[in-house]
């Protein structure tokens, strides 16, 4: 059974640090590219943040770039979301997701997790 188990998430004040999990079960994320998506209150999800297989490449919405830093242990089976100089706009509930790249595009598959809510306050 394909399991995705986000973590991290906490209370942060503005200008503050955090480091999200998501540990995978059930399938091998070595196979897959990863992504971190975001959903605040009242507004779409949206993908924050992804890595191909082997980590050589990464993409970023534009709101996080050189914020946000993504990456993966395929050995632990583990992605990470490292998330500095937190805003008030972060807060939201972040989750993550397994997908394929194909050079260009990601497509992702519709497996989501618990997720786990991440608030900064101003």
């Known amino acids: 059974q394909v399991q995705l188990v986000e973590s991290g998430g906490a209370l942060v004040q503005a200008g503050g640090s955090l480091r999200l999990s998501c540990a995978a079960s059930g399938f091998a994320i070595s196979a897959y590219a990863m992504g971190w998506y975001r959903q605040a209150p009242g507004k779409q999800r949206e993908l924050v943040a992804a890595?191909?297989?082997?980590?050589?490449?990464?993409k970023y919405t534009d709101s996080v770039k050189g914020r946000f830093t993504i990456s993966r242990d395929n050995a632990k089976n583990t992605v990470y979301l490292q998330m500095n100089s937190l805003k008030p706009d972060d807060t939201a509930v972040y989750y993550c997701?397994?997908?394929?790249?194909?050079?260009?595009?990601?497509?992702?598959?519709?497996?989501w997790g618990p997720g786990t809510q991440v608030t900064v306050s101003s």
């Open positions: 890595i191909t297989i082997g980590g050589g490449s990464t």
């Open positions: 997701n397994g997908g394929t790249y194909n050079g260009v595009n990601y497509a992702w598959y519709d497996y």
